[in-house]
């Protein structure tokens, strides 16, 4: 009995112990290890279909930026952040749209950004474009990228959506600047960039979100563009989360109407 005893208490842990690893280790298989290739430049992404995939019609994409720590060439890091919440079943069915994460390599930026640090490395200046460069980034090859899938009809160019975290958060600025026709609403999460660019994408709808308490990128990032912004009259939502650090995505990805507040954009 004693026996039995304990190896039904042996199961139990065991059954614990492989629930909290998939909770930490989600399972991303379903995401598709693609390659963007562009005279020689190379953009490595995952890519997760629409539920119910129907290859004879377009669908809505959303792209997603990740941050400086998931730079690199593995095509996998990246999704270690908000890859799991297009993952969710009820999200899936409700809203099929095509979902890519690219990878930003090493020693890149999804734009061009000029930091100075100080002696401990951390960044206490930082010099953003205007928008009107088109050197050969990240960020730009992810433009190519959506191109091509909207040409040859995969992707519904009403309905492309951009966001992004941090390092991300700073592309997804960017890339508003330089091509703000291409999306049909935005959601940067504790990101900064060169506010006079505002009113270059300022008819795009925009869900800004930002730790009160970011130690990283400061919030007065987030809070500069809200303020640009509603004075050009944009469509404009702010959620800054008090005594947050600067993980402010998992609150992002937590809001309930995150993905039915983007799917309620389409561009005209």
């Known amino acids: 009995m004693k026996i039995r005893r304990t190896l039904a208490v042996l199961l139990i842990v065991q059954f614990f112990c492989l629930y909290a690893a998939a909770q930490t280790n989600p399972d991303f298989s379903a995401y598709s290890y693609e390659t963007f290739i562009h005279?020689?430049?190379?953009?490595?992404?995952?890519?997760?279909?629409?539920?119910?995939?129907?290859?004879q019609k377009p669908y809505p994409l959303i792209v997603f930026l990740h941050g400086s720590g998931e730079r690199g060439a593995d095509n996998a890091a990246q999704l270690l952040h908000g890859g799991s919440l297009f993952l969710k079943d009820s999200l899936r069915q409700r809203f099929p749209t095509f979902v890519i994460f690219p990878q930003c390599p090493q020693d890149s930026m999804w734009s061009s950004m000029k930091v100075t640090r100080d002696s401990t490395g951390?960044?206490?200046?930082?010099?953003?474009?205007?928008?009107?460069d088109r050197q050969a980034t990240p960020g730009l090859l992810v433009k190519l990228l959506v191109d091509s899938l909207i040409k040859i009809e995969k992707v519904n160019?009403?309905?492309?959506y951009l966001g992004g975290l941090s390092l991300g958060g700073i592309g997804t600025y960017d890339l508003l600047a330089r091509y703000p026709k291409m999306w049909a609403a935005a959601f940067p999460i504790c990101g900064i960039g060169n506010v006079s660019t505002a009113a270059k994408f300022a008819k795009v709808p925009?869900?800004?979100?930002h730790g009160g308490a970011d130690n990283v990128v400061p919030v007065s990032g987030s809070r500069d563009y809200v303020e640009a912004l509603k004075k050009l009259k944009a469509d404009v939502k702010y959620s800054e989360y008090p005594g947050v650090g600067h993980n402010s995505?998992?609150?992002a990805f937590a809001e309930p109407d995150l993905l039915p507040w983007l799917f309620s954009h389409k561009r005209k």
């Open 39 to 55: 005279n020689g430049d190379t953009l490595r992404y995952r890519m997760l279909e629409p539920a119910g995939y129907d290859s």
């Open 122 to 132: 951390k960044a206490i200046k930082r010099e953003f474009s205007d928008g009107t």
């Open 157 to 160: 160019s009403k309905q492309v």
């Open 206 to 209: 925009l869900w800004i979100f």
């Open 249 to 251: 995505w998992d609150n």
